[in-house]
């Protein structure tokens, strides 16, 4: 039986008085089980100071503030608005010198904004990636630079067979350069031992690289890797233990944990933090039940099963519609019609970022409803930094 399935419901309930003022679907983040994650997480990095935290998983104040407040003062994002919030929140913590990565490949008007939001921070340090250092004069001034590598993932980054490509914009950003940033999500495959091995061998052409920059006179501040898949491995891998910069892992989804997190990493020990509240409006067939949480409130992007019903694993999600989520009934009693059920989504980075409100659950207790005040992206330059 997989944790999720024995996972005991009973704390994600909520009230019948909760229930009955609240319409679904529903975000609901539980921030009992957000500082036990965080709590976890950085126990196995050794210190907060090892983990640079991808925002884009939680995208509300009060985690942000939570994340803050169990030490961690790096960070990364990938929208302009993560960036404001995220400082912001940082700002009212008392956060004195906070550390934000852009995690993304800004041009154009996002950079010039991107120079508005670091302008209105001051005291924060404020970087971006690039990989091409002929647009690092695009880069405002007060914005540092990371280089984005490639592993092998290719979705943005220098090739990192591509070494002068990469020397080039360290050289060009000067003493504006921090680091590498070299994300390995594309090793996710396998099972525990064989995506060890695969790791290791992406970190071992990664030292090689360092080697390179070190030899070309560059000085490599920081190199963040790792998302959540592979960030255990990164801190296995016993060479970063030694390097003469600072190597830092990233993984988000961790605050939240979700359930395509749970199959790939179960050896986690994480809780769901983040749920969507659902209830069943339909019985189109003897054995089938269809919920409110169609696509619109719960991502389905990572394929199927989209969501996992807690304490209900008999309840087998199928491909959701708009507004729908159909439930096959493979054991147990069909829920009726207008029973709460409570979904773990399969990704919840993109989840959240569906849900205009939250409700924050402390212990059992509803203690506020907030906005998902990081979700979505500003519209207009003069939106940013003012």
Do not use: W
């Given at each position: 039986m997989s944790r999720l399935a024995a996972l005991d419901p009973a704390p994600y309930v909520l009230a019948d008085d909760v229930l009955d003022a609240t319409l679904s679907p529903a975000l609901v983040v539980h921030l009992d089980r957000v500082r036990e994650n965080l709590r976890r997480v950085i126990a196995a990095a050794g210190g907060a100071d090892r983990w640079r935290p991808h925002v884009k998983t939680s995208k509300i104040p009060a985690v942000f503030a939570e994340v803050a407040r169990a030490g961690v003062r790096r960070f990364k994002c990938a929208t302009l608005r993560e960036a404001e919030v995220l400082l912001a929140t940082l700002r009212d913590e008392g956060i004195e010198a906070p550390d934000v990565c852009l995690a993304y490949p800004l041009v154009g008007p996002a950079l010039r904004a991107l120079g508005a939001v670091a302008d209105a921070f001051p005291a924060a340090r404020v970087s971006v990636l690039c990989e091409d250092a002929s647009r690092i004069a695009e880069v405002?001034?007060?914005?540092?630079?990371?280089?984005?590598?490639?592993?092998?993932?290719?979705?943005?980054?220098?090739?990192?067979?591509?070494r002068a490509a990469i020397l080039g914009v360290a050289r060009a950003a000067g003493e504006r350069f921090r680091g590498v940033h070299y994300y390995d999500g594309h090793l996710h495959e396998g099972g525990t031992e064989e995506r060890r091995r695969a790791v290791f061998a992406?970190?071992?052409?990664?030292?090689?690289?360092?080697?390179?920059?070190?030899a070309g006179g560059v000085a490599v501040e920081e190199v963040v890797t790792s998302g959540t898949p592979t960030f255990q491995h990164a801190l296995a891998y016993p060479p970063f233990a030694e390097l003469d910069a600072a190597h830092r892992i990233s993984p988000g989804t961790v605050v939240y944990h979700d359930q395509r997190s749970e199959e790939e990493n179960p050896e986690l020990d994480?809780?769901?933090?983040?749920?969507?509240?659902?209830?069943v409006v339909s019985h189109p067939a003897p054995d089938l039940a269809t919920c409110d949480a169609g696509s619109k409130s719960?991502?389905?992007?990572?394929?199927?099963?989209?969501?996992?019903?807690?304490?209900?694993?008999?309840?087998?999600?199928?491909t959701p519609s708009e507004e729908h989520l159909p439930l096959r009934?493979?054991?147990?009693?069909?829920?009726?019609r207008g029973d709460a059920l409570y979904l773990v989504p399969r990704h919840v980075c993109p989840?959240?970022?569906l849900a205009e409100e939250a409700l924050l659950v402390d212990a059992g207790e509803v203690v506020d409803v907030v906005r998902v005040s990081a979700r979505a992206h500003p519209l207009r330059v003069s939106d940013v930094g003012g």
């Open positions: 405002p001034e007060r914005v540092s630079v990371f280089v984005d590598v490639n592993p092998g993932m290719h979705r943005t980054g220098v090739p990192l067979e591509d992406c970190y071992d052409r990664l030292l090689k690289l360092l080697d390179f920059l070190r994480l809780l769901p933090a983040a749920v969507v509240l659902s209830r719960i991502a389905a992007e990572a394929g199927d099963p989209c969501a996992f019903v807690l304490g209900r694993p008999d309840l087998v999600a199928l009934v493979t054991g147990g009693a069909r829920p009726e989840t959240t970022n």
